[in-house]
C-alpha cells in the first residue's frame, strides 16, 4: 500500500534554534517528494522537490534530504523564525502514467515556533 | 500570477442541507483536484480533473458529492444533503500536468461547519 508517514506528529522549538522533520514513504514507483508548508487558514505551498538522483537540496532556511534507497526524507530549518510555525507536509508522487498520477499526502508535522 | 481562488471561506449550514464551493484556478492550468482535509490530517483527493474532464473520482462519495468543471475552467464541488461528517476544509488545486514535476497550487480553502 502506497503510504507516507511522517514524525514527530507535532514539535515546539524555541525562535533561533534548528529542527528536523522526517518523512518515511512506501510509494513505489516514485517519482518526485516535494515539502509544502501549510500556514493556519490558509492552503499549503511548495517549498521543495526532490528527484530520485538528488540527495539534498536548499531554499533558504530549509534543507531537504532524500535518500531514495532506504525511502527516507528529512526537512532541516536553520535557525528558526516565529513565522514558521506552520504544519510541514510531505507529499511523494509517481510517475506520469497516461492521465493519472499518484499523488500521496502525509498527515503533516505541526511545528510551533516560541520567542 | 494570479493564485488559486476559492470562495467562500467559511460555511455554516445545518446537516441535510445543500452546499457549493467555487474554485478558479491559476489561467492556464489544465488540472483541478478538489482535496478534503480534516484537522491535524493531510488533504485527501476527492476527484482530479483534466481539463474539463474528471480522470480520477475514485474517492468521491457519489451518493451525496458531485462536481463540475465547464468548460476546463472554473468548478464547483456540491453536497447535498450534508452531514456532520463532512464538516472539513476543502481544498481546490491546479497543475499544469504538461510541465514535469509540477507543483499543485493551492487556494486558501473553504471550511465547512455542518451543525
Known amino acids: 500500500k502506497n503510504q507516507v508517514e511522517q514524525s514527530p506528529q507535532s514539535l515546539i522549538i524555541l525562535e533561533g534554534k534548528n529542527c528536523t522533520l522526517q518523512?518515511?514513504?512506501?510509494?513505489?514507483?516514485?517519482?518526485?517528494l516535494r515539502w509544502y508548508k501549510q500556514d493556519t487558514g490558509r492552503g499549503p505551498v511548495s517549498l521543495t522537490i526532490?528527484?530520485?538522483?538528488?540527495n539534498t537540496k536548499s531554499n533558504g532556511r530549509y534543507t531537504a534530504t532524500l535518500d531514495a534507497d532506504t525511502k527516507q526524507s528529512s526537512l532541516h530549518i536553520t535557525a528558526s523564525q516565529l513565522s514558521d510555525s506552520a504544519s510541514y507536509i510531505c507529499?511523494?508522487?509517481?510517475?506520469?502514467?497516461?492521465?493519472?498520477?499518484?499523488?500521496?499526502f502525509g498527515s503533516g508535522t505541526r511545528l510551533s515556533i516560541r520567542p | 500570477e494570479a493564485g488559486v481562488v476559492q470562495s467562500p471561506r467559511y460555511k455554516i449550514i445545518e446537516k441535510k442541507q445543500p452546499v457549493a464551493f467555487w474554485c478558479n484556478p491559476i489561467?492556464?492550468?489544465?488540472?483541478l483536484y478538489w482535496y478534503r482535509q480534516n484537522l491535524g490530517q493531510g488533504p485527501e483527493l476527492l476527484i482530479r480533473?483534466?481539463?474539463?474532464?474528471?480522470?480520477?473520482d475514485s474517492q468521491l462519495p457519489k451518493d451525496r458529492f458531485s462536481a463540475e468543471r465547464l468548460k476546463g475552467v472554473d468548478s464547483t464541488l456540491k453536497i447535498q444533503p450534508a452531514e456532520l461528517g463532512d464538516s472539513a476544509v476543502y481544498l481546490c488545486?491546479?497543475?499544469?500536468?504538461?510541465?514535469?514535476?509540477?507543483?499543485?497550487?493551492f487556494g486558501n480553502g473553504t471550511r465547512l461547519t455542518v451543525t
Open positions: 488545486a491546479s497543475s499544469l500536468r504538461d510541465r514535469y514535476n509540477s507543483p499543485l497550487h
Open positions: 518523512c518515511n514513504y512506501t510509494v513505489s514507483p516514485f517519482s518526485n
Open positions: 526532490m528527484t530520485f538522483s538528488e
Open positions: 507529499v511523494v508522487s509517481g510517475p506520469l502514467e497516461g492521465s493519472a498520477s499518484k499523488i500521496i
Open positions: 489561467s492556464g492550468h489544465n488540472t
Open positions: 480533473y483534466e481539463n474539463e474532464e474528471a480522470v480520477d
